[in-house]
């Protein structure tokens, strides 16, 4: 799927490997005053996988492949700091802003400190940030993302929130109709994160199996491999 260079604003967007990233990209390339040029991910050192979201590197860098986009990872130690966080996003903005991009985009639903979050580190830059998903209805977006034809499959849970059968299923019509009322429709709380395998925006699906389940305190992660 090759994007062709335009007069468009620049957009780079943050991307997580899972399903609200994928959405807010697929909002994105529909709108015709922007252009996606990139993703930005942050990855832990040690590891080499997709923070939080427990990722390998290697699957973040086949979706990155098949979105025709080049990849931007923000590496970061396995104990990081804000202060370290804040160190090494400042890097990457200030070369974001050399090649012209005006905007990072997120996939963030309606948790305001989090957006505050994001606002407060790109009030000193001359880049923007952007919300192409917020305050959507998150059932809505939910089953969205399952009518576009996205596949995705849940890799962490957190066990305070759902039960560990949750981990490892694909994120379907049955999975949200299935989750407790407590929870989020998208996750949004915290309670799962998901990798994106297939969709409208992939040039083609992404293979992968499932490995062995890992334990980080009341976080469970599934290996895909």
Known sequence: MAR????????????????????????????????????????????????????????????A????????????????????????????????????????????LFLKEIRHYREQRLKDTTIAPLFPLWNMDTKQLAHDFVKLGFKAITTCIDTTKLPSIFLGNEFDTEFINKLPPHADPCGENGEFHTFVYNGPIFDTKINCTKGTVIKNKNLLFIDLI
């Open 4 to 63: 062709c260079s335009t007069n468009k604003t620049k957009v780079i967007l943050s991307w997580s490997s899972g399903k609200d990233s994928a959405l807010a990209l697929y909002q994105l390339l529909q709108d015709s005053d922007y252009e996606v040029v990139g993703l930005l991910t942050t990855v832990t050192n040690g590891y080499r996988r997709v923070s939080m979201h427990g990722v390998r590197e290697e699957l973040l860098e086949l979706q």
């Open 65 to 108: 492949t098949n979105l025709d986009l080049p990849l931007y990872k923000i590496r970061i130690p396995k104990s990081c700091s804000d202060e370290i966080y804040r160190s090494k996003m400042k890097g990457i903005i200030a070369k974001l802003e050399k090649q012209g991009v005006s905007h990072i985009a997120f996939g963030d």
